[in-house]
């Protein structure tokens, strides 16, 4: 879903962690692949304690790798040959 | 979250509480408004920064002290011995159950200990506790005032109940920022490479139509498929005859060029025919080689580029310095560190703001960062860095190559405009020798084909596009293959960079929403405290900038002018009653964690009608028990007139008041019993023989007896006997007490039997003898503990020299009304 269509708002008749938790469902709508690491830090976040960006940046660039192929056979070697 | 009381702060060690043995132990009322008189320098904001150190882990008073100064070793009390502070907190949760006790210490080396009962998560509770409205002096509200607006903004974000989503944001855009994600992830380098593999693939393209055209006799067509191309390719080698034995059953990538070669070779022409074929293939190497050199319109814009980087790069101071600016940032960011003004490395402050300072020097390398990028791509796109084949050929024997270590120092951002106009001379200079010698190859090339049969020319020629076709294939497969592995990372981290953005954007937006919804429902709230407590027609105003974290202020009306500078025309008084209704307006919506204030002398600047009108806006329209769920209010004061309402006030069931006494070198205390508790640690001292800690307690107890006799018996003492010097003032009410026995004697007035005039003499006799003499000439020494501890037995006596058995033999005494009345 575009950003611009995803809109968070504070509940104040909710604490923090419920309020944060209604914010990491918007994650999960910007990024569901993605979302889940960044979620695990805004605890972290809000107690204004450092987070290690490196380490964040380093498991979500990890997360979207894509799938692992199957192992080529006879029939695609072949067809790498004839692809140039 | 859990929403805490205020049940009990015990201090010993910390700050001006000395209190060794003994802390002093203040109890408040949870259901009712506490206040807290006590004396100039007896150690009530003691109280203040104690409870403050345990909440925030520093003092900032102290710590922007200069380094002269040497701020934080006066964290610890200076006359405590045992070289740790220590403050506990005893909480009691709003909903009910059981209390829970903050233990908050800090030894002469800073450190920091905390540790909760019950199992409870210390740093959690704290954390919770730490709300901006909880600990409220002259300076904060002071300086909310006199705040830049940004400045004022955030710390408003606590007020709002917002401080937390307000760390949450900072989190999110630290983590968002782009600069540290392209340099984490190489992202400028990995751009280069895209451009670099991209170039490389429609350089091999241009090959590839050469060789083509001459193989094929055509043109490629751009719509014809790579296989159909490869195809027309192995039949028209097909179609030369001395070639079909070695192409048969071939696939086109397959066919061995060298012993296509060979084949030309052994078939005619003998020399001239292998000198054709390599002067053929020289040819090529320096076409091919030469093919996309920059113009030198390149090599202008390069240049210029590169100046723009030096000019950037001078605005910077090095490397040092960037880390400098970075760190000083994210400390200054902080809240933590709350004046901007101060900076972190010197501690001395300015009239402007440090932090801004430090953001614009980091600007400054962020602009050599872009400059640099954009140097590193136009090197890229122009092919500057695809030369090192020219290169090769060009070289003269023994001459060193540039282009290779050019190529790192680029990646790098190290090509000033020196070395910049060095490469562009130098590509221009082997350009000019490609050139040269192509002139030359070309005119022995016509010589050879003057000589040799036209035949055998095309089929040299047609043998040598093979050659070209095949290894241009190669080059574009190759580029390929990387093209798409360095789009596939920059796909990936785009994707990532792009999420984390919109998380932040959308997350401060909601923060943004939310102050400004608050800070709608403070205002009004916030205009009645006003009102209430100055009575004038004076409207504070709140204003946030959307979209920003600047909050201004201001006052909507200032009688009966509008919109008008609050900065610019109110007094101390009232600065302080708008900074007080703005705290008051947002705690009372919006507190949480800590449901208690301590105010620390916030009536300073206020006349004693204005003091009375804020003590009743607190007491009736802000704190428990007035307001049921409202924040228990602590009130901590020196101002005597004050002291008279609090007084009056604990008459009501609303109101908890209490006074301590004492002083830094000694104790804090209560009132209540607090000459007990000196009678008590002074004899303990004397028992294990440390003289030094207990005379000066010793005095403190005995003017405090002197005094409550001369009080209760109603004697008549000097005007100034409390003023004169203080190591002469217990001699001062011993001589006052006996004018005055003196005095009844004479007039056969005097209640006291022989006995006791005996007994007071006696005890006088001891107490100068054995201390006041010593002390009076500040000759410690002297002293011993068992001398003392006679002193102390004497000090007690005196009151059964003024006391009668009240009723007779009930072993009950009191003092006399006066020294000429029983009762």
């Known amino acids: 879903m575009p950003e611009n269509q995803i809109a968070f708002d504070i509940d104040d008749t909710q604490n923090l962690d419920v309020n944060l938790t209604s914010f990491a469902a918007r994650l999960a709508q910007l990024d569901a692949g993605l979302a889940p690491h960044l979620e695990a830090l805004l605890q972290t976040m809000s107690r204004g304690s450092a987070v290690d960006r490196d380490q964040l940046w380093d498991e979500m660039f990890a997360s979207t790798a894509p799938a692992p192929e199957p192992e080529a056979g006879e029939g695609d070697a072949a067809n790498d040959g004839a692809a140039v | ?823």
């Open chain 2, 1 to 823: 979250m859990t929403d805490w009381l205020l049940r009990r702060v015990s201090i010993e060690g910390f700050r001006g509480v000395n209190n060794e043995g003994a802390p002093l132990v203040l109890d408040f009322k949870l259901d009712r408004v506490n206040s807290i008189s006590a004396p100039n320098g007896v150690g009530k904001s003691s109280v203040f920064e104690s409870v403050l150190y345990a909440l925030r882990g520093q003092i900032s008073k102290l710590e922007n002290l200069p380094p002269a100064e040497n701020g934080r070793s006066y964290y610890l009390n200076r006359f405590h011995p045992g070289g740790v502070g220590t403050i506990a907190l005893v909480l009691a949760p709003v909903a009910g159950g059981a209390d829970v006790t903050l233990t908050v210490t800090r030894n002469a080396q800073g450190v920091h200990g905390v540790s909760a009962s019950g199992g409870a998560d210390a740093n959690e509770v704290l954390a919770d506790l730490n709300q901006e409205f909880v600990l409220l002096d002259g300076k904060t509200f002071q300086e909310f005032i006199d705040d830049r607006p940004v400045d004022r903004g955030r710390s408003f974000a606590g007020l709002l109940g917002l401080r937390r989503y307000s760390a949450t944001r900072q989190g999110l855009q630290s983590v968002s920022n782009t600069l540290a994600f392209n340099n984490h992830f190489g992202i400028n380098g990995k751009e280069q490479q895209k451009q670099t593999q991209r170039l490389a693939a429609q350089q091999a393209w241009a090959k590839i139509r050469a060789a083509y055209e001459v193989l094929a006799g055509e043109p490629l067509d751009p719509a014809l498929s790579r296989d159909e191309m490869l195809a027309r390719s192995l039949s028209a080698l097909q179609d030369i005859p001395i070639l079909a034995p070695i192409c048969t059953g071939k696939s086109f990538h397959e066919i061995p060029p060298d012993e296509c070669i060979q084949a030309a070779k052994t078939a005619e022409g003998g020399e001239d025919r292998v000198r054709y074929a390599a002067v053929l293939k020289e040819e090529t190497d320096w076409r091919d080689a030469s093919n996309g050199v920059p113009s030198a319109e390149d090599a202008t814009a390069l240049v210029e580029l590169a100046v723009a980087r030096d000019t950037a790069l001078a605005e910077t101071s090095g490397d040092v310095f960037q880390k400098l600016y970075a760190l000083s940032e994210q400390i200054l960011a902080d809240d933590a560190w709350p004046d901007k003004t101060v900076c972190p490395t010197c501690e001395r402050n300015g009239p402007n703001s440090v932090l801004d300072f430090v953001r614009a020097k980091g600007a400054n390398y962020e602009a050599v960062e872009a400059a640099s990028t954009a140097l590193g791509t136009e090197w890229a796109a122009k092919g500057w860095g695809q030369l090192s084949a020219l290169e090769k050929l060009a070289l003269i024997e023994g001459e060193q190559g540039k282009l290779a270590g050019a190529q790192t120092k680029i990646q790098a951002g190290g090509v000033d405009e020196a070395l910049a106009r060095e490469l562009t001379e130098w590509v221009a200079e082997i350009a000019k020798r490609a050139s040269e010698r192509l002139a030359s190859i070309g005119a022995e090339r016509s010589e050879l084909e003057q000589k040799l049969p036209e035949s055998t020319a095309t089929v040299v020629e047609n043998i040598e596009a093979f050659r070209r076709l095949q290894s241009a294939l190669s080059d574009l497969e190759v580029a390929e293959v990387r093209l798409a592995a360095v789009a596939d990372q920059l796909a990936r981290t785009s994707r990532i960079k792009k999420f984390l953005d919109d998380s932040c954007n959308v997350f401060s937006a909601g923060e943004s929403r939310a102050a400004t919804r608050r800070m709608q429902a403070i205002e009004p709230i916030c205009r009645d405290i006003f009102q209430a407590i100055m009575f004038e027609p004076v409207v504070p105003a709140l204003t946030k900038r959307p979209g920003t974290e600047e909050l201004s202020i201001s006052l909507a009306q200032f009688w009966n002018l509008q919109n008008i500078s609050a900065q610019a025309v109110l007094s101390e008084s009232y600065r302080n009653a708008f900074s007080i209704s703005v705290y008051l307006a947002a705690a009372s919506l919006y507190s949480g964690g800590a449901k208690f204030l301590i105010l620390d002398d916030v009536t300073s600047s206020f006349d004693c009608g204005h003091q009375l009108h804020l003590v009743e806006v607190i007491r009736t329209r802000f704190a428990r028990p007035g307001v049921p769920d409202g924040p228990q209010v602590i009130i901590l004061s020196h101002d005597t007139m004050l002291e008279k309402l609090f007084n009056k006030n604990s008459h009501n069931p609303d109101w908890a008041h209490q006074r301590i006494v004492g002083n830094a070198r000694t104790a804090v205390l209560q009132q209540s019993g607090a000459a007990n508790k000196v009678r008590d640690a002074t004899i303990a001292f004397l028992n294990v023989g440390r003289v030094d800690e207990a005379a000066p307690r010793i005095r403190q107890y005995l003017e405090y007896k002197l005094e409550n006799l001369i009080l209760r018996l109603k004697i008549r003492v000097p005007f100034d006997v409390a003023h004169s010097s203080e190591k002469q003032m217990a001699q001062n009410l011993i001589d006052a007490i006996k004018e005055q026995i003196a005095l009844h004697q004479a007039a056969g007035t005097l209640i006291l039997d022989a006995a006791q005039v005996a007994g007071f003499n006696t005890a006088v006799a001891t107490i100068a003898g054995n201390y006041l003499s010593h002390w009076g000439t500040a000759q410690a020494q002297a002293f011993t503990a068992g001398s003392l501890l006679g002193v102390m037995q004497a000090i007690d006596a005196l009151d059964a020299c003024f006391s009668f058995e009240d009723p007779p033999a009930s072993g009950s005494f009191r003092l006399y009304r006066s020294l000429s009345q029983v009762n």
